[in-house]
């Protein structure tokens, strides 16, 4: 510990001078609208977002409930999309070969090999015979 004592005087750290922008932070900043685009726009008062957003992300994603399971009422038949069928026997499919190569598996575990070598060592000394 004793030994780390003058190195640690001899190097002391100073905070940064210079705050440290990333790509990513200077594109953002380059990208915000300055205040007289900003002007142009209504302001909606009851969720401070701009009437004409320009990445479409303040206005409203709420859904209100309507009591149904996935919105569409019992009297109705829920249409299937494209992608549904493909995903669900996709899906299905890997889980079903999945579990099947999963069963027929080869044994590679330490203890397997072990013991087949054991085996094989003991009935090579003539101590195990052949048959066991």
Known sequence: MSAL???A???PIRPLRT???????RRSMASTPDSSHVSEHKV???HGA???DVHGA???????PTGWLW????DQKHENEGWEGIWFYGFCGSMILGTIAYAWKPDTSIETWALEEAKRRLQA?????EDA
């Open 50 to 52: 701009t009437s004409q």
């Open 5 to 7: 004592r003058p190195l």
């Open 125 to 129: 000394e003539g101590t195990l015979p």
């Open 58 to 64: 303040h206005h409203d994603h709420y859904d209100p």
């Open 9 to 11: 005087r001899a190097m």
């Open 71 to 74: 919105g569409v009422p019992p």
């Open 19 to 25: 705050p440290i922008r990333t790509p990513l932070l």
């Open 44 to 46: 909606d008062a009851a």
